[in-house]
C-alpha cells in the first residue's frame, strides 16, 4: 500500500509535470498528481491518496463561491486564495447545489454570491440554513469589464462574483424577512391591477374611437361611472358584430375592479391587525394615507436597518445623481437607481401634505422662489421621508406645525 502526500505550494509547474512522468510508472500516484495540477491547491491544502483514493481538508480555509442563476441550471465557481478551483455547470437544484460544495472541499467555509433576479432570495435562505454565508448583490453593482461585455458567458460571470466576493468589492443588497416578503407581493398585486385596469380602459376606449364611436361629452374625460358603462353596453347592443368584444373587454374591467376591492380589503385587514402600531404612526405624518403607510411599512421593513437618514433616501432615490470630474462638478437631477413606487408613492403624498400642514406650505412656497415646483416637491418629499423615519424610530405621532 502506497501513501503520498504533497503541498502543492513550492513546486513550479515543470517540477510537477516531472513528478506526473515519474508517477507514471504507478497509476495511483499518477492519478493523485495530475489531480493536484488541475486543481492548483494552495500549501495549506493536503492531499493524500490511498490506493489511489483522494481525502482533501480545507479545514480552515474560505472558498468564495459565485452562482450564476438560471432557470434551468446554475454556474458555480469556486476560488480559494484568488485561484479558481473550478467552474461548473450544474441543474437548479439548491440540495444538489449543497452536495456539489461540500463533498469535494469538506471543512471549508462557504461564502456564495448570485445577482437579484426573478428568481428571489430563496436560494439564498437556503444556503443561509445550510450553514454557507450567502449574499445577494444588485445586478448593476457587480462590476464588469469591456472585454468581459463583449465575450459574456456564464463561466466568466459566475468567476467575476467569486473574485468580487472575495476582494471585497461587492455588497450584499438587504434580504427582506420571510413574512415581509410574503406581505408585500399583496401591495406589488395591488400595483399591477391598477396597472391593469389602466390598460384595459385605453384599449377599450381606442376601440371605440378606431370604430367612430364618438363619446359624449360627459363622458369624454377620465370617467368610467356606472352610467358610462351603462352606455358603452348600449353602443354593443347597436352593432352585432361588436358586441362580443365590447362586452367581453367591459367584463374585464369589471373582474379586475373586483379584484382591486377584494385586494385592498385584505390589505386594510392586515393594517389593523400585524402592522396596525406602525401603520397608525405612519398615517399621522400628513399626505400619508393608509395605502402609502402600507407600501412604506412593506417596502423598507425594520427601519432600524438604515445606518441613518441618507441611507434610506438613497433607497427611496430621492437623492441626485453626479458626474464630477476633476475641477467641473455637474448634478445630473434627481437619481434613476431608486424605488420605483415607493419614490412616486412620496411624492404624490408630498403634494397633499402641503395642503394640509402649514409648516410644509412655508418650505414650499419658499423653496420656489428659487426652483420650479416639480423640483421643489421633491424637496418637500425628502422632509416627509424624514419624518416618516423620526416618527418610527421614536414611536411618537407627528405633530403637525413643527418647521423642519
Known amino acids: 500500500m502506497l501513501i503520498v502526500s504533497l503541498y502543492v505550494k513550492g513546486f513550479g509547474v515543470a517540477a510537477v509535470q516531472e513528478l506526473i512522468k515519474a508517477a507514471k510508472k504507478n497509476f495511483a500516484d499518477y492519478i493523485i498528481l495530475k489531480n493536484l495540477v488541475m486543481k492548483q491547491q494552495t500549501s495549506a491544502t ?81 444556503l443561509q440554513a445550510a450553514g454557507m454565508e450567502c449574499i445577494v448583490v444588485h445586478a448593476a453593482d457587480a462590476g464588469t469589464t469591456d472585454k468581459e461585455r463583449r465575450r459574456k458567458t ?139 403607510a402600507m407600501l412604506f411599512l412593506l417596502e423598507t421593513g425594520d427601519i432600524n436597518r438604515f445606518k441613518g437618514f441618507d441611507s434610506l433616501n438613497d433607497f427611496a432615490g430621492l437623492c441626485p445623481d453626479t458626474d464630477s470630474s476633476g475641477d467641473v462638478h455637474k448634478d445630473t437631477g ?11 408613492a412620496l411624492i404624490e403624498a408630498a403634494w397633499q401634505a402641503i395642503k394640509s400642514d402649514p409648516a410644509l406650505m412655508d418650505s414650499y412656497q419658499a423653496l420656489c422662489k428659487r426652483m420650479k415646483g416639480t423640483q421643489a416637491i421633491i424637496r418637500i418629499a425628502r422632509k416627509l421621508l424624514r419624518r416618516l423615519r423620526t416618527v418610527l424610530l421614536n414611536d411618537i405621532p407627528y405633530q403637525k406645525g413643527m418647521v423642519a
Not at 81 to 93: D, F, T, V, Y
Not at 334 to 344: A, E, G, M, V
Open 46 to 126: 493536503t492531499e493524500t491518496g490511498i490506493k489511489g483514493s483522494n481525502i482533501i481538508d480545507f479545514t480552515g480555509k474560505t472558498l468564495y463561491v459565485g452562482i450564476d442563476v438560471h432557470q434551468k441550471d446554475y454556474q458555480a465557481a469556486k476560488v480559494l486564495n484568488g485561484i479558481c478551483l473550478g467552474n461548473h455547470r450544474m441543474e437548479s437544484n439548491k440540495e444538489k447545489l449543497i452536495e456539489h460544495l461540500q463533498h469535494p472541499y469538506p471543512g471549508a467555509t462557504f461564502k456564495c454570491v448570485y445577482e437579484s433576479g426573478a428568481w428571489g432570495f430563496t436560494l439564498q435562505r437556503t
Open 154 to 292: 456564464d463561466k466568466a460571470d459566475a468567476l467575476k462574483l467569486a473574485h468580487g466576493y472575495a476582494s471585497g468589492d461587492l455588497k450584499g443588497i438587504h434580504v427582506p424577512e420571510e413574512d415581509r416578503q410574503k406581505d408585500r407581493s399583496l401591495m406589488r398585486y395591488r400595483k399591477q391591477l391598477t396597472g391593469d385596469i389602466t390598460r384595459s380602459k385605453n384599449r377599450l376606449k381606442s376601440l371605440l374611437k378606431y370604430q367612430g364611436i364618438d363619446l359624449p361629452p360627459k363622458y369624454a374625460g377620465n370617467n368610467w361611472s356606472r352610467n358610462f358603462l351603462n352606455w358603452v353596453e348600449q353602443q354593443a347592443e347597436k352593432d352585432a358584430l361588436l358586441k362580443n368584444t365590447l362586452l367581453l373587454m367591459l367584463e374585464q374591467i369589471r373582474l379586475l375592479r373586483q379584484l382591486l376591492l377584494e385586494t385592498e380589503r385584505k390589505l386594510r385587514q392586515m393594517r389593523k391587525t400585524k402592522y396596525a402600531d406602525k401603520a397608525e404612526l405612519a398615517c399621522s405624518v400628513p399626505g400619508i394615507g393608509p395605502t402609502t
Open 334 to 344: 434627481i437619481t434613476t437607481r431608486r424605488h420605483k413606487q415607493l419614490r412616486s
